[in-house]
């Protein structure tokens, strides 16, 4: 009876620790098995994590990249801008002086002194439209051939008169007539490099015409700039009176 009970007990204590061997190796297999499944998925998390911080990283060089370009876009946008009005402010300025400094007269002989020692070497004219100032190619063309005779010419002047028809009022017509024969200076001024101080420029509106206003043909006749290229032959320039008044027309006193 002892010995049975002794090999019961032996019997049991070897199945205990086989139990024990046998629940110890299936948790180290259960381990093993799990890490092998999880270790990739924390990898490719931490690599998916990295990937991520980088685009971030990226989009945030190029916004500011983005950022840069735009504001040095628009510090050169505004730079061409401001560069653009001092332009445009330095050419009205210029045309403004050049404006002041056409003479401008009711007639030649009431602001050159000297104008008996003066001959015509040249002159042309050109035609407008019917209430228009506006040159076109055959008149540019005209003021060409016209320009083409100042070469070698010494002391010289350009008395340019504009005229009108007679429809419409006098002060109209006096405005007119100016704005018609200002296009041709500004014009030859701008092209052939003529100091304004050159040009004498006069406005006659419908005072005086070449032909009838009572047809369409004399009215078109009418609506013209006479241009005069006229030379000192002793190259002297022309003198003005002190006192002489420089208004385009007497309606404008």
């Known amino acids: ?13 070897v199945f205990s620790v086989g139990t ?12 093993n098995y799990v890490r092998s499944q ?8 931490n690599e998916l994590d990295d990937a991520t911080a980088k685009n971030n990283r990226d989009l945030h060089d190029v916004d500011q990249r983005a950022q840069a370009g735009v504001q040095q876009a628009q510090s050169s946008a505004n730079q061409a801008s401001q ?3 001092t332009a445009s402010q330095a050419a009205s300025q ?3 002086s050049a404006e002041e400094a056409i003479n401008q007269a009711d007639s030649l002989k009431s602001v050159v002194a000297n104008l008996d020692d003066y001959s015509q070497v040249a002159e042309t004219s050109v035609h407008f439209a019917f209430n228009k100032a506006i040159l076109t190619r055959g008149d540019k063309e005209e003021l060409d051939d016209f320009a083409a005779q100042l070469n070698g010419t010494k002391g010289y002047i350009v008395e340019v008169t504009g005229g009108t028809d007679s429809v419409g009022s006098a002060a109209y017509n006096y405005d007119l007539s100016q704005r018609r024969a200002r296009s041709v200076v500004q014009y030859l001024a701008s092209k052939y ?7 004498y420029l006069i406005g006659i509106g419908k005072d ?23 030379s000192n032959m002793k190259g002297q320039e022309p003198t003005a009176p002190a006192q002489t008044s420089m208004l385009a027309n007497p309606a404008q006193q």
Do not use: D, W
């Open 193 to 199: 490099g003529i100091p304004p101080h050159k040009f």
């Open 38 to 45: 999880t270790e990739p998925l924390i990898q490719h998390t």
């Open 1 to 13: 009876m002892i010995y049975e009970g002794l090999h019961r007990k032996a019997v049991l204590a």
């Open 94 to 96: 210029a045309h403004q």
């Open 20 to 31: 024990i061997s046998l629940l110890f190796a299936t948790g180290c297999t259960t381990k």
């Open 83 to 85: 560069q653009a009005q």
């Open 208 to 230: 005086e015409y070449v032909a009838s206003n009572h047809t369409s043909e004399g009215r078109a006749k009418n609506r013209r700039v006479e241009i005069q290229l006229l």
